[in-house]
């Protein structure tokens, strides 16, 4: 069989499924998770988790980054201005190019504050950076960022850490068919099913943190992500039946006509 890999920016990972790094009870306990969802990138949140500081636990100890990929991401930033400082900041201290930019509106429900966001993509690009975009779920921003740069459309399923599941299936089927970037569902999940509709709606990918470092068993609802993202991927490749319930009821009453005379 061919392989399915998850393709970003050019390169090639054998995951669909991206694993923050937070909210864990202890660093070592985020290691297993991530290990268990086996998960090939990591987001960091450069403002929050220590990744140079050689005096304190580096994530380094625990997650080797040569086999893993680490995504820098701008959680905690509310302008362009710092989200710009802390992506150039994380490239200084590992090289990174690939980044996740998430420029939020308000600190009760982390919606996306959409005008920052696309300012810093079109920076951010232009000077080298590939960038994946959380965003609402509007297919006209999703157009606006595709065409400013971004390497991957990251639409929030969800409030960050609500775990409602996917709100609106019709604009993340309208996403899907109008771009040719990678489409992650990202934040709000609450459960593995979540993500297995995630993938089944075609998305290419989904990113879970919040749902899996605060279950009741973090290593358990880990593996369940990591064979529920394989199950929806599996589900969209292998194209389901139609959903035709007339038809059903129809036969169904002919049987039953047939059958009393």
Avoid at 86 to 102: M, Y
Avoid at 153 to 168: C, H, R, T, V
Avoid at 232 to 243: A, D, M, V
Wanted: glycine share 6%.
């Amino acid at each position: 069989m061919k392989k399915d890999n998850l393709i970003i920016a050019k390169k090639s990972f054998n995951s669909r499924l991206i694993v923050g790094t937070g909210k864990y009870s202890s660093m070592t306990e985020c290691a297993k998770a991530i290990k268990l969802s086996g998960a090939d990138i990591v987001t960091v949140a450069v403002r929050r988790v220590n990744i140079s500081d050689k005096k304190k636990p580096l994530l380094m100890d625990y997650l080797n980054p040569k086999k893993i990929t680490y995504l820098p991401n701008t959680a905690g930033c509310f302008n362009s201005k710092d989200a710009l400082r802390t992506l150039r900041l994380a490239r200084e201290i590992g090289g990174w190019k690939l980044v996740k930019l998430e420029v939020l509106g308000d600190k009760k429900n982390l919606f996306p504050e959409m005008i920052e966001t696309l300012k810093s993509t079109e920076i951010l690009t232009k000077e080298g950076f590939e960038v994946m975009v959380y965003c609402n779920d509007d297919p006209l921003m999703a157009k606006r960022l595709e065409s400013s740069g971004a390497c991957a459309i990251m639409p929030l399923a969800a409030p960050i850490g609500s775990g409602l599941g996917i709100l609106n299936k019709v604009n993340v089927k309208i996403i899907r068919s109008q771009t040719k970037l990678p489409l992650i569902i990202d934040a709000g999940l609450g459960e593995a099913s979540d993500a297995t509709i995630a993938m089944e709606l075609g998305c290419d990918g989904v990113l879970v943190n919040t749902a899996i470092a605060k279950a009741k068993k973090p290593f358990v609802m880990a593996l369940a992500f990591k064979n529920a993202v394989i199950a929806g991927r599996q589900s969209f490749l292998s194209g389901r039946i139609k959903k035709n319930l007339s038809k059903k009821l129809n036969n169904s009453f002919c049987w039953r006509r047939w059958t009393t005379h």
